[in-house]
């Protein structure tokens, strides 16, 4: 006869706790360690888990990991556990079938499921930086909090050269002050919440961001869009995961996610290792980028 298991199940939310608890352990822990034991007591029960990050796998647990939790922990756990990339560097972009993340009027609200919309807010908890192109803010006008789930909203930065975002946008009137913008050096300013970096070819390059996001002892970077953003990371060889979002819906036109130079030769073109999850009625595709 089969030996009952002890184990008792956990609510998505406590599931949630644990993956930021996770995080906490990690950032205590900076180092190369291949396992992590995180644990958190939650109304007197301590939930434990160990997780080895060079399988990629929870090992010991005392709790029930049912699908929902195994797709969660295999998400978030492998960015947060990283061991080799230092600042690590996500991207997400949802697309339609066709491949569009925006109409061509630049229209993207909300082309993906409610579900990926709490996953992006998900994204944004774990992370210590959100990046974030002007044109995101010029026409979406985004929060970039975490006001859909438990955890701490992180310092966001908008990518403005020619610093002429105004400061009525969302993201800008948050009341945390840690709102923030990269503009030309070249440019005169005095507000504290500017970084200054050389424009060459007409903008900042990625080297130069991931030299300041060190400086500032950030972590988990979220590149949050849009296409030319993620595109020029992507290009620069600098992003190691992508959380693609298809969505069951095709535009005909619009805005695309990839701007990237045109490869023609198949043969010149490699794969990258996928694994993907159902998330609503969307399917997310996680590009683990620094796997060949
Ligand atoms: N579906 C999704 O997942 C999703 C996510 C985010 C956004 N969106 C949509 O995507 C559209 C915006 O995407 P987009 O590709 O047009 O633009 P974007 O990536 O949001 O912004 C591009 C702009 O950001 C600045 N920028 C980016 N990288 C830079 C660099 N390395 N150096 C200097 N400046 C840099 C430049 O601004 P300047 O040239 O002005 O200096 C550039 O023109 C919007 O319609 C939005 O709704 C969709």
Known sequence: MKKKSNKSSITKKIAWSLVLAAKKVKNLQNDD????????????????FEYNQEKKKVLK?????????????????????????????????????????ATESGESK???????????????????????GANTVRLDNPKLTTRLVEGKSPMRITLDKKNILKDGYDVFTNKDNNSFKIIDEKIKSKNSNIFQLPVINNA?????????????????VFIEGG????????????????????CPIILGKGRSSFLTKKESKLE?????????????EDVLCDVDLTRP
Request: net charge positive; hydrophobic share 40%; glycine share 4%.
């Open 204 to 220: 900042f390059q990625e080297e130069d961001i991931i030299t300041l996001i060190n400086k500032l002892n950030k972590r988990i």
């Open 61 to 101: 647990n005392n709790f029930i990991l049912d699908s929902y939790i195994t797709q969660l922990f295999n998400i978030f756990l492998p960015i947060i556990f990283n061991t080799k990339h230092n600042p690590y560097l996500i991207g997400h972009l949802a697309q339609t079938l066709d491949g569009y993340i």
């Open 268 to 280: 010149n073109i490699f794969e990258h290792s996928i694994a993907h999850y159902k998330m609503g």
């Open 33 to 48: 360690s291949t396992i992590f034991l995180v644990s958190k007591n939650i109304n007197n029960i301590i939930y434990k």
């Open 110 to 132: 909300y082309i993906s499921s409610q579900d990926n919309i709490k996953h992006i807010h998900m994204l944004r908890a774990i992370s210590d930086v959100i990046i974030v």
């Open 227 to 246: 296409g030319t953003t993620i595109s020029r990371f992507y290009e620069s060889g600098k992003l190691d995961r992508l959380h693609l979002c298809i």
